[in-house]
């Protein structure tokens, strides 16, 4: 007779969480939980990661040190895929997924810088795509939803003179992670323009952009430091793609009060709007999303991107954007349970 449990137990698909005592990866391997697949929890520090595997119905935690392959090899086997949620992702990103790519295994992170992907990409993309594998970083918040907006607003146009991403983020109290990633771009920002990405530094420049109400006419950070602008380009040919931060949004950022004085209900107390425009053939495809907690909604995205690369249900292998790699408009409406609105106009 046939053990069903034991059936039941080897359909069970099994996700790396690398960094899995941090704030973000605790929602995402709570996600996968929810969804049936089950989180085996990696990092450093045994101790928080007892503490988080108490919390997911005692998971599975392998500790590792990202530097130490002998250490993640084991933390990898036997598992269908790798969420890299450790940053500083310029240390831990390289590593995690050649390591993944290597024992067959797709990777994903939610990584904002764009140089870190376009390393993934150049050291990394052919290799994964020659096993039919994904590398999907800037899955999550930044990264994900502004490119799934502007792939479901344009879903037949392959040229655009120009791709515009406005955030409005209200209530935003960063991570040790978050702090820890814009300590890292130290003033630089990665931009799109003349058809080629390059890297700028120097003091911020601002203008104004018209959010829709509440937030009405505001000044705006131009060149904000997102991956949309090595990501957007990969399935959409544009010479530019623009990135602005509403004003307030960066002064609450400089304002806000260090991590480990934040409750988890403080942190999730975050208004969001997003409008993408895409302008091309002498018009303009708009989209406007509107939801709250940047941390909590990063967890349904990846998980939802990996439930679907772990079930066939993707356009493309190696390097992939979600515009590009997923149904945008199906994406989208799968998300909407979590809080989203987005309308199109």
């Known amino acids: 007779m046939v053990n069903q449990d034991h059936v039941q137990h080897a359909k069970t698909k099994r996700v790396g969480v690398y960094g899995a005592a941090g704030h973000t990866a605790k929602l995402v391997a709570a996600e996968l939980l929810r969804r049936g697949i089950a989180p085996v929890l990696g990092g450093r520090d045994p101790a928080r990661l007892a503490a988080a595997s108490r919390a997911l119905q005692d998971a599975e935690v392998r500790v590792a040190h990202v530097e130490r392959p002998d250490e993640m090899k084991p933390f990898l086997k036997n598992c269908d895929a790798v969420i890299n949620c450790a940053g500083p992702f310029e240390a831990t990103a390289i590593p995690i997924a050649s390591l993944a790519i290597a024992q067959g295994i797709s990777y994903f992170d939610f990584t904002t810088d764009a140089s870190v992907i376009n390393r993934l990409h150049d050291e990394l993309g052919g290799?994964?795509?020659?096993?039919?594998?994904?590398?999907?970083?800037?899955?999550?918040?930044?990264?994900?939803?502004?490119?799934?907006?502007?792939?479901?607003?344009?879903p037949n146009i392959e040229t655009a003179d120009e791709v515009f991403i406005a955030y409005s983020v209200k209530g935003w109290k960063p991570t040790v992670g978050s702090i820890n990633a814009m300590i890292q771009f130290a003033g630089r920002r990665g931009v799109r323009k003349d058809g080629r990405f390059e890297i700028t530094s120097g003091p911020p420049q601002f203008g104004a952009f018209r959010f829709p109400d509440p937030v009405g006419e505001v000044p705006v950070m131009l060149d904000y430091p997102a991956p949309e602008v090595v990501m957007i380009p990969r399935y959409l040919a544009t010479p530019s793609v623009q990135v602005v931060m509403a004003a307030s949004t960066v002064r609450e950022l400089r304002d806000a009060p260090p991590p480990e004085s934040v409750s988890d209900d403080e942190r999730a107390g975050t208004d969001f709007i997003i409008v993408t425009e895409v302008r091309a053939a002498g018009g303009v495809r708009r989209a406007t999303l509107r939801g709250r907690d940047i941390y909590l909604i990063t967890a349904p995205i990846v998980a939802e991107a990996v439930e679907r690369v772990l079930a066939g249900r993707v356009h493309a292998h190696g390097m992939v954007a979600a515009g590009e790699a997923f149904d945008a408009k199906d994406m989208l409406q799968a998300l909407a349970g979590h809080g989203l609105t987005v309308s199109f106009n």
């Open 127 to 154: 290799a994964a795509a020659a096993r039919q594998l994904v590398l999907a970083p800037a899955t999550g918040f930044y990264g994900t939803l502004a490119d799934l907006m502007v792939r479901a607003s344009a």
